[in-house]
């Protein structure tokens, strides 16, 4: 009996690892397939604007994001002062958008997950009505309190210095925002064709439908 049970605890022992080693190994083999996107904006420049909203959603409808790790950086050239104060090219009201969606990065880390919210504060602030980001939480029925907890306790302005740290790291550095880097390459002023970069880069076996033909 007590042999018996031991067997029994061995063979299923052993099928536990296997079907764990399956698991993890084709999760890390999609990870590590997956190329790398980076987008270093700000959240009021009219350029960044125009590629979140009219280029960076194709994206999730074509299938690429499935093949692709992006990541947003709302940072771009910002200054930081000696006295800890940062100083963003679009005044402050853009320093309080890019503390807004470091916050909601930061508060929905997978991609699919920010992605419509940092949309739709785009969307208005291509309006000029970037002081009704609030309502893109009614609107995606998203509950506001991991976001605004964020800003009051100072962990956005945190944020945004990794941000900064990361942005000015970039070697190549960046000439301007938006600025695309697919997998460590700079797309410069090609940019708005990142899907052929994407696509070029991928080395996985299943490419999207929006690879074909290119
Ligand atoms: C930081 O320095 C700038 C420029 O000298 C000044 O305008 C600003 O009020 C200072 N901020 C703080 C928090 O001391
Ligand atoms: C995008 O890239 C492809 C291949 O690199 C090139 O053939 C095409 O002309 C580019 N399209 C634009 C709009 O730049």
Redesign the pocket.
Known sequence: MGAHLRRSNVVLFLIVSLVATLVTSSLSQVGEDKVKLNLYYESLCPNSEDFIINYLPKMFNNGLIDIVDLKLSPYGNAGL?D???IVCQHEEPECKLNTVEACAINAWPVVTDHFPFIYCVEALAEQSKYDEWETCFENLKLDPNPVTECIISGRGYKLKLEYADEIRALNPPNLYVPWVVVDGQPLLDDYKNFTSYVCKAYKGPNPPQACRGL
């Open positions: 002062l006295n800890g104060t």
